[in-house]
């Protein structure tokens, strides 16, 4: 079991770097109907996701984002993303550009891989528990992430990394991927 989770986790990177490196800045700004996400915005939320999820909930390590060197990358109010207004949203694909998420992107991968790597099946029977005395105040405790993410607690830990670090992260890949395809076919202009 653990083998296959580190192959999906490693495919969940792949995915994300391979949208970086695939949009433009403007792409990177823009949304394909005045409905959806801009573009930057939901590459930027896979990411913290995997690092919510891995980092600070898995691995009990806490979020690189919350470490000095990576601050940037997660903006007051932001958390993972989840429960996010439109207007932080927003502001998350036009102020953290796509070579400091490409960045984020790289030690991210290298911490998560490095973690996942020396566990066993059994410890991926482990039971997540999020409301954990070291989770207090934590992002996802917040009200509205909570709403999006509460239904992931008490599963074992091979489920939680299943989940939104994995299958989460291949609908946002196919909502990005049909956005891109849209504004790149010049049917619609892009919407900032």
């Given at each position: 079991m653990k083998k296959l989770l580190e192959a999906q986790l490693a495919g969940s990177f792949n995915l994300l770097r391979g949208?970086?490196?695939?949009?433009t800045d403007g792409e990177w700004r823009s949304r394909a109907h005045p409905a959806a996400n801009l573009l930057g915005f939901t590459t930027w939320h896979g990411?913290?996701?995997?690092?919510?999820?891995?980092?600070?909930?898995?691995?009990?390590?806490?979020?690189?984002?919350?470490?000095?060197d990576w601050k940037d990358v997660k903006p007051p109010g932001s958390m993972f993303g989840a429960g996010v207004s439109r207007e932080i949203a927003?502001?998350?694909?036009t102020t953290i550009s796509r070579d400091r998420v490409r960045e984020y992107?790289?030690?991210l991968r290298?911490?998560?891989?490095?973690?996942?790597?020396?566990?066993?099946?059994?410890?991926?029977?482990?039971?997540?528990?999020?409301k954990a005395p070291h989770l207090a105040g934590a992002d996802h405790l917040h009200p509205a992430a909570w709403e999006e993410v509460g239904d992931?607690?008490?599963?074992?830990?091979?489920?939680?990394l299943a989940r939104p670090p994995v299958s989460h992260i291949r609908v946002h890949y196919g909502e990005v991927m049909?956005?891109?395809e849209i504004l790149r076919s010049g049917m619609v202009s892009p919407v900032g």
């Open positions: 949208q970086i490196d695939s949009m990411l913290r996701t995997i690092d919510w999820a891995v980092c600070g909930v898995a691995s009990g390590e806490g979020e690189l984002a919350d470490k000095s927003d502001s998350i694909a992107e790289a030690a290298e911490r998560v891989l490095s973690w996942i790597g020396p566990l066993s099946d059994e410890d991926l029977e482990r039971i997540v528990d999020l992931l607690d008490g599963l074992p830990l091979w489920q939680l049909a956005q891109l």
